[in-house]
């Protein structure tokens, strides 16, 4: 059993950055592929970007490559995103999820938290 706690959520202008977490607790947390997907009102959930086990490989949905970064540190248990150049379109609920041993897949996962509001408005 794992548990999921996002933190780093909150209004931010456009333009601006937000470095979100995600606290990964429970039994070999390692083995787990962690993904970050987000919610806007009225929209259904995407994925925004997903990262191995071993952090060595990572992937981004196309509108978030080159302004957002993923990372973890296993030794902390914990998985980042960075977020730079905020744009409206980035408003939503963010919730980490994790899937052992397989790449992140939004139907798929085997654990989710509960997420945090990142909110993009002047």
């Known amino acids: 059993q794992l548990q999921l706690v996002e933190s780093g959520g909150g209004l931010v202008q456009p333009g601006g950055s937000l470095k979100l977490s995600c606290g990964v607790s429970?039994?070999?947390?390692?083995?787990?592929?962690i993904g970050w997907f987000r919610q806007a009102p009225g929209k259904e959930r995407e994925g925004v970007s997903c990262?191995?086990?071993?952090?060595?490989?990572?992937h981004y949905v196309a509108s978030v490559k080159g302004r957002f970064t993923i990372s973890r540190d296993n030794a902390k248990n914990t998985v980042y995103l960075q977020m730079n150049n905020l744009k409206a379109e980035d408003t939503g609920v963010y919730y980490c999820?994790?899937?052992?041993?397989?790449?992140?897949?939004?139907?798929?996962?085997?654990?989710w938290g509960k997420g945090t509001l990142v909110t993009v408005s002047s």
């Open positions: 999820a994790a899937r052992r041993n397989f790449w992140c897949r939004g139907d798929a996962m085997d654990y």
């Open positions: 429970g039994f070999s947390g390692n083995y787990y592929y």
């Open positions: 990262i191995r086990n071993t952090g060595d490989v990572t």
